[in-house]
């Protein structure tokens, strides 16, 4: 058996697509296109990639794109402030402050201060408080992406086990509950989780999102699994020169391969369709706040 290869960048391109067409319908009843803020604060050169990638993305599906830049320095106060303008801001509908933010601004005092019907990263207590509900809102962007192609991949996941490997709040907790919403049954193991390997061979999908470089190996994962890899790890390549470098994941891709049955490329899975969720939940921001008709199943 060798595994068929979920290809994010194409499922992300019609999400995005898709995006583009009910932006210019919701367009016509709010009297605007959607629009997205991000705030960047320093100068990180994968931050900074990542967020040319948004505007790039969000200005082709035909929506508004705000883009806030400042330097290192700048203060917590100064970026509570900023975030409390767009708040604010009738003509902004989602804000996403890219992390990670310099160390002496403290991350969960500037989450906290966005509006939780603009947080469109999903970030937010309230965020959050309404998924463990499981009452409408905005749902964190890669557990959502996750999701999805586990869908596109096998049908209905219903009753189907999944391992989700780490517990962040950024991952590995939405992630878990979002597969819940989906009927699966679902175990989240960690650091001190007995016979990971084990446990992982028991799953129909597993989730490694660790940040350990192909940490997961090929006897963890049962043959036909689902392995979808939000790792994104870059590692010495001296095969490829000296000085080069490459990008792997968390699972050991060329271990894995050969007897799963589906899983993400790392690069080209995963990480499209943390941008192609961003501009989703834009849509059914400005959708939500202005209470108009969004399509079923959008």
Not at 68 to 87: C, D, F, H, M, Q
């Amino acid at each position: 058996m060798s595994a068929e290869l979920i290809d994010g960048k194409a499922v992300s391109a019609e999400i995005d697509a898709r995006a583009g067409q009910v932006a210019a319908e919701l367009a016509k009843s709010i009297g605007r296109p959607p629009c997205l803020a991000v705030v960047l604060i320093g100068d990180d050169p994968a931050s900074d990639v990542y967020v040319r990638n948004k505007a790039r993305r969000t200005e082709a599906a035909g929506m508004r794109s705000i883009e806030i830049r400042k330097p290192a320095e700048t203060s917590e106060a100064e970026v509570i402030e900023i975030v409390n303008g767009l708040n604010a801001d009738e003509g902004v509908d989602g804000i996403l402050v890219q992390m990670p933010l310099p160390g002496h601004i403290d991350t969960n005092r500037v989450i906290g201060a966005i509006d939780p019907d603009k947080d469109v990263d999903g970030l937010t207590e309230a965020s959050a408080g309404r998924l463990v509900l499981g009452k409408p809102g905005l749902r964190p962007c890669t557990p959502a992406g996750c999701v999805l192609l586990a869908e596109r991949a096998m049908g209905d996941i219903s009753g189907k086990s999944v391992v989700v490997i780490g517990r962040s709040i950024l991952v590995g907790k939405p992630a878990a509950l979002l597969f819940l919403e989906r009927n699966a049954t679902v175990t989240i193991a960690h650091s001190r989780t007995q016979d990971l390997p084990g446990l992982v061979r028991t799953a129909d999908i597993v989730v490694p999102a660790v940040g350990r470089p192909e940490m997961v190996r090929g006897d963890w994962v049962k043959p036909g699994a689902c392995v979808l890899d939000v790792g994104i790890n870059r590692i010495d390549a001296p095969e490829r020169g000296p000085g080069k470098t490459r990008l792997v994941g968390d699972a050991a891709f060329d271990e894995i391969v050969g007897h799963a049955g589906w899983i993400t490329p790392v690069p080209g899975g995963i990480g499209p369709m943390t941008i192609a969720m961003l501009l989703r939940n834009t849509v059914l921001a400005a959708g939500l706040r202005y209470e108009a008709s969004i399509p079923a199943g959008f």
